[in-house]
């Protein structure tokens, strides 16, 4: 049986973000999708919900904390991977509350991203595992 490969929404008002972190993903084996617009990457995600999401806080519309609550409840298994240039200890804060699994601040590094998303897919592989 093939391995379903782990997708990934990337949700950032930046297209730069989104530009540099698709091919790295997708050459690590991801199955990526690109998001600069909050209600576009929330249609995609209720349509099909991915395993692990990048989001980004601050931007138009549905911002990232109500992005991110509706992907918790829509999904609460989906592991939620914040960037944000506007860290601050209360959004770190209300971030893990909602149940993110890491909490990245712009600029970051590449390997920062790789790290963050290696775990989240530990843990979904954990508990694939354990439920097939």
Not at 59 to 73: H, Q
Not at 92 to 117: H, M, N, T, W
Request: charged share 35%; aromatic share 8%; proline share 4%.
């Amino acid at each position: 049986m093939k391995e379903k490969k782990i997708s990934i929404l990337i949700l950032d008002d930046e297209p730069i973000v989104t530009k540099r972190l698709k091919p790295a993903l997708e050459k690590k084996g991801y199955r990526v999708e690109t998001f600069t617009r909050s209600i576009d990457a929330l249609t995609s995600f209720r349509n099909n919900p991915f395993d692990i999401v990048i989001t980004d806080l601050k931007m138009e519309g549905i911002d990232g904390m109500e992005f991110l609550t509706e992907v918790k409840e829509l999904k609460p298994e989906t592991e939620v991977i914040v960037i944000t240039g506007f860290a601050t200890m209360d959004t770190a804060k209300e971030s893990f509350q909602k149940g993110v699994l890491d909490f990245l601040a712009k600029p970051f590094r590449l390997s920062e991203i790789y790290e963050a998303v290696e775990k989240a897919q530990k843990r979904i592989l954990e508990r694939r595992g354990k439920t097939s």
